[in-house]
């Protein structure tokens, strides 16, 4: 079994994103203070504090122009919310030209809100606050269950979907009709958010933030534990589980834990950058640690790009920014932006030419490769976006689904009449896309 062996079964309420609204009212004014990681991956003994190269986060380093990112060489796409674990909202295939129509309608109700969507081939799963489905690309249902509200991951190679269930264990389903395969119980569980979860082949990533389970107003907060903890384990090269399908094979790799109530993390095969309160960290792909990057700000959204470079939106005592930095704290460039909409600012979403894309109220930023210039597209009904392999950018903007080109040009792509679409719309190997609405989850093809 991975990780500790208590099994705590209340049933909380989940708040969703609650570390960004952490971040949103963390102060950035005065003596900025540092959290750091400790390694508390042994079961027993004390935690080991760790050493880091130090770097100050400072304006520095030159934005040089990089060659257009390729489709194929991405990670599989589509795989967890914001398309992969380095959450730039990247897919492999091409949305191309003209209207796409409808080849599929599956049936949701007033008690599943959907949240996100990810797919791969012929299976889509919708997960919502309290409910998660697997679908056909049909549209009928081949699974459901509950959930709390938590990131959701597909691994293609071993046809596993993994989540958070409501009694906080890790859960592992089979895509191919949804059955329970495993659970778990991990350091990160029933009283922590998870905000982040990446499942590459056997390796499991997991970050998370303690939530105090009871009216955080009837507390001293300096009594409320801060708590951040971010882990890898292992499931085994091939899944192994008791009677009761307790995960038996997996095992604990590393387990690193910091005082803290912001924990925003992307990663990549071979990296992994964690941001806190007034610091970075960056490791490879173990959570192996070996840079610290130090400000003063409070990270709100991050995403990496292939070329390693960390595309961070952060507060500041002077209001919002985006920040493009290097790994030694470099500011290639930055810029104030305005305050996001509803649902907070969604991760950097990164163009294949580099260009970069920030919804914010009423709009979607685009910055231009290299800085130079910008765009605002008007979508004062955003429910999500991604970059399609053809490197548009593909919208959910009220009952539309919308491409932008570079330059700005909008076109509507297929129509919902009397409904409102509530995720980002998503592309599949299969030649499908995939958007929720509160009624129906739809996929669509291009029209013939």
Request: charged content about 20%.
């Amino acid at each position: 079994m991975i990780g500790i062996t208590r099994v705590d079964h209340r049933i909380v309420v989940w708040i969703v994103a609650l570390s960004l609204a952490f971040s949103a009212n963390c102060s950035v004014k005065g003596k900025a203070m540092v959290g750091e990681f400790t390694d508390i991956t042994k079961s027993r003994g004390d935690p080991t504090p760790m050493k880091f190269d130090s770097f100050r986060i400072q304006p520095g380093g030159r934005l040089l122009p990089l060659p257009s990112a390729k489709p194929q060489e991405i990670e599989a796409s589509g795989v967890t919310p914001f398309s992969n674990a380095a959450a730039n909202s990247r897919f492999k295939a091409r949305v191309g030209e003209g209207k796409w129509s409808i080849k599929a309608t599956g049936e949701l109700d007033a008690n599943f809100p959907p949240v996100h969507i990810v797919g791969n081939g012929d299976r889509v799963v919708v997960i919502g606050q309290m409910q998660w489905r697997l679908f056909d690309m049909t549209g009928s249902v081949l699974g459901r269950g509950p959930t709390r509200y938590s990131p959701i991951a597909i691994e293609p190679k071993t046809g596993l979907f993994v989540f958070m269930d409501p009694s906080g264990m890790l859960v592992g389903h089979r895509l191919a009709d949804g059955a329970r395969i495993f659970r778990t119980l991990l350091r990160v569980g029933s009283d922590y958010v998870v905000t982040h979860l990446a499942l590459r082949e056997s390796r499991l990533g997991i970050g998370g933030i303690y939530q105090f389970p009871g009216n955080i107003d009837d507390v001293d907060p300096d009594m409320i534990l801060k708590s951040g903890i971010i882990e890898m384990n292992d499931l085994g090269d091939s899944i192994a589980v008791d009677a009761s399908q307790t995960l038996m094979s997996g095992s604990l790799v590393r387990a690193l834990n910091s005082e803290t109530n912001t924990l925003v993390v992307a990663s990549r095969t071979d990296r992994y950058v964690i941001a806190m309160e007034n610091v970075i960290y960056v490791g490879d792909g173990e959570l192996n640690l070996w840079a610290q990057l130090t400000g003063e700000f409070a990270p709100l959204a991050l995403s990496l790009d292939e070329a390693g470079r960390i595309h961070l939106i952060v507060r500041l005592s002077s209001g919002q920014a985006y920040w493009l930095l290097n790994e030694k704290g470099e500011v290639l460039f930055s810029m104030r932006i305005p305050e996001p909409g509803l649902k907070g600012y969604q991760p950097p979403i990164v163009g294949f030419d580099h260009s970069v894309y920030i919804p914010v109220k009423e709009y979607i930023l685009c910055i231009k490769p290299e800085g130079k210039g910008k765009l605002e597209y008007m979508a004062p009904g955003f429910s999500g976006a991604i970059i399609t392999g053809d490197n548009k950018l593909l919208v959910s903007d009220g009952g539309d689904i919308v491409t932008f080109d570079s330059e700005g040009q909008r076109e509507v792509v297929c129509s919902f009449a009397g409904e409102t679409l509530r995720t980002a719309p998503i592309l599949t190997d299969s030649g499908m896309m995939w958007v929720a609405t509160d009624k129906h989850l739809y996929g669509l093809k291009p029209a013939e």
